[in-house]
C-alpha cells in the first residue's frame, strides 16, 4: 500500500515568518494530495488539497506544490500567525479507483509571538 | 444538517469488554471511514465503506469489526478491548465525486482501555 513520510515532526516558527512542511510517497499512481489541518482537541479539517496534474496551487497564505518526479509535495505557509498553531497532516491516494487516503505522520506547528 | 457525528465522544473500557461507536452522516455521502489516531503516528484507517452493505479492511483491522446496514450509518465494533486499542477514533465520509474528493470528519471518540 500507499506509505506517505511527513516531516518535520514539530516546527516551531515566528509569528510573520513561513513554515514548510514536506511529505513523500511511494506509490507512483497516486494522484491526489490534501493537507488536514488538526486544532487542538478538534477534527481535522481540509485546508488544501493538489491533483496530480497541477504543480501548485495557492489559497490566500497557504500553498502546495507538487512535484511527481521525486514524489513529494510541500505546504507552505506565509506570514504565519498564532490561529496557524496546529498539527498539519499531508495525505495521499489515487481515486477513482482507490478511495482510501493513506495520511503522514503530522507535523505539529507553534507560531511564537 | 449535522455533517457527521460520533457517539460517544468518551469512554473507558475494562479489558474484554465490548463496545460499539457510531458514526451517521446526513449528507448522503457514500463511503465512510474509520480511523485511529496515536501520538506520532497521524490516521490510520481501520475500516471503510463505499456503499450500504459493503465494508473493507484498511490498513490496521484486527481487532475491529464493522457495519453498514443503512447509508447513513457507519458502526465500529470492539469484541474484546484490548489496551493497545486505547486511542481517538475518527469517522470520515465523502461524496463519490470526482469533483470533490474530500473527506468531512467527525469530532471522534477518545477511547481509553484500562
Known amino acids: 500500500g500507499e506509505n506517505v513520510e511527513q516531516h518535520p515532526s514539530t516546527l516551531s516558527v515566528q509569528e510573520g515568518d513561513s513554515a514548510v512542511i514536506k511529505c513523500t510517497y511511494s506509490?507512483?499512481?497516486?494522484?491526489?494530495f490534501p493537507w488536514y489541518k488538526q486544532e487542538l482537541g478538534k477534527r481535522p479539517q481540509l485546508i488544501i488539497d493538489i491533483r496530480s496534474n497541477v504543480g501548485e496551487k495557492k489559497d490566500q497564505r497557504i500553498a502546495v506544490t507538487l512535484n511527481k518526479t521525486a514524489k513529494h509535495f510541500s505546504l507552505h505557509i506565509t506570514e504565519t500567525q498564532p490561529e496557524d498553531s496546529a498539527v498539519y497532516f499531508c495525505?495521499?491516494?489515487?481515486?477513482?479507483?482507490?478511495?482510501?487516503?493513506?495520511f503522514g505522520a503530522g507535523t505539529t506547528v507553534t507560531v511564537r509571538a | 444538517n449535522a455533517g457527521v457525528t460520533q457517539t460517544p465522544k468518551f469512554r473507558v473500557l475494562k479489558t474484554g469488554q465490548s463496545m460499539t461507536l457510531l458514526c451517521a452522516q446526513d449528507m448522503n455521502h457514500e463511503y465512510m471511514y474509520w480511523y485511529r489516531q496515536d501520538p506520532g503516528m497521524g490516521l490510520r484507517l481501520i475500516h471503510y465503506s463505499v456503499g450500504e452493505g459493503t465494508t473493507a479492511k484498511g490498513e490496521v483491522p484486527d481487532g475491529y469489526n464493522v457495519s453498514r446496514l443503512k447509508k447513513q450509518n457507519f458502526l465500529l465494533g470492539l469484541e474484546s478491548a484490548a489496551p493497545s486499542q486505547t486511542s481517538v477514533y475518527f469517522c470520515?465520509?465523502?461524496?463519490?465525486?470526482?469533483?470533490?474528493?474530500?473527506?468531512?470528519f467527525g469530532s471522534g471518540t477518545r477511547l481509553t482501555v484500562v
Open positions: 470520515a465520509s465523502r461524496f463519490p465525486s470526482t469533483a470533490n474528493y474530500g473527506y468531512t
Open positions: 506509490d507512483s499512481a497516486s494522484n491526489y
Open positions: 495525505a495521499a491516494s489515487k481515486p477513482p479507483n482507490d478511495y482510501k487516503l493513506s
